[in-house]
């Protein structure tokens, strides 16, 4: 829902509110949005099943050179970085936006600064941060991230304890030097995933390059990136949700479908990821209640 809104509406970061619709041409324009859309499903396809279908229909073009000529376009395709490359347009359509940008750019990593925490700072940050937060830390961060881990990469143990572990530390090193709160994220892992990123060594070179940009430009990267067309942020977020949502596939029964659909719909409805939570862990239960009305024992609903 929030990437079609990013990409539908133009939006006003600071109140965090719509400002009315996009207009189709421009820099930031809907069409632009959907050229990029576009490129992705041509690059990306519909995810692995359909690869391995192409593959399959390849060896039996190969018999003349017309039908090699066509798997080597294919692979070639998919190779391309649909997402780095859309991401180095959009840098390159924030510079032409705000040209002033780079004369301001200074070299060089901003200055850290230690912040004291006052005792009414840590009694606010619990109670109107942490509290409403940390349903969804619990559900995107950690149970979401070790399942989708699970499912994508099967032969990789990730333990709920870990992932919890290294959030918490994230959490609390950062937030002496002013960090914004950060986790592993579902959807961030769904994304990388689904345009390419499938080893660790992705995720290394990715921080390599933050920290690099960091120490090189500072703050001076806040403002290019002010200037980067919202249109094409949502359509990269749009098919990192499509991916998270298509992992939903494996789902073996109507009871596990129901209790989905009710959890969606709900978080959706109500705006509210922790009541949408609480919803589906009810339903579960009352499933699992009528089985017991129904003479099953304790040991074959668990």
């Known amino acids: 829902m929030t990437a079609v809104k990013y ?34 499903i041509i690059v990306n396809g519909s995810g692995d099943n359909e690869n391995d279908e192409n593959d399959r229909e390849s060896d039996y073009e190969m018999s003349d050179a017309l039908g090699a000529k066509r798997r080597k376009l294919r692979k070639i395709i998919a190779s391309l970085p649909s997402a780095f490359i ?30 004291k925490i006052s005792k009414k700072s840590w009694k606010d940050g619990f109670i109107k941060g942490t509290i409403p937060q940390l349903p969804l830390s619990i559900l995107n961060s950690v149970i979401a991230v070790c399942k989708l881990s699970t499912d994508l990469f099967p032969e990789k143990d990730v333990s709920a304890t870990s992932v919890s572990v290294t959030v918490g530390l994230m959490n609390i090193i950062g937030c002496w030097f002013g960090a914004m709160p ?4 579902a959807g961030g892992l769904a994304g990388q995933y689904k345009f ?18 960091g120490l090189v430009l500072g703050t001076s990267l806040v403002k290019v990136l002010q200037q980067f ?20 596939r494996d789902m073996n029964s109507k009871e596990e479908s129901f209790v989905m659909l009710v959890c969606t719909t709900v978080s959706l409805v109500g705006s509210s990821a922790a009541l949408g939570f609480l919803c589906g862990i009810v339903v579960h239960l009352l499933l699992r209640v009528r089985k017991l009305g129904n003479g099953q024992s304790c040991t074959s609903i668990v």
């Open 182 to 185: 950060s986790c592993h994220g």
């Open 86 to 115: 859309i991401f180095i347009l959009g840098v390159i359509l924030a510079i032409i936006r705000g040209p002033n940008v780079v004369k301001t750019f200074k070299f060089g990593p901003s200055s850290i600064e230690f912040i």
């Open 7 to 40: 990409i539908r509406n133009v939006q006003n970061f600071s109140k965090s509110k719509s400002a009315g619709e996009r207009p189709w041409l421009g820099l930031d324009g809907l069409i632009l949005a959907l050229i990029c859309a576009c490129f992705i």
């Open 229 to 248: 067309p919202v249109g094409v942020l949502g359509v990269l977020l749009l098919f990192a949700g499509i991916e998270l949502a298509m992992c939903s």
């Open 196 to 213: 390419g990123g499938r080893s660790g060594g992705c995720v290394a070179l990715l921080g390599v390059a933050k920290l690099v940009l």
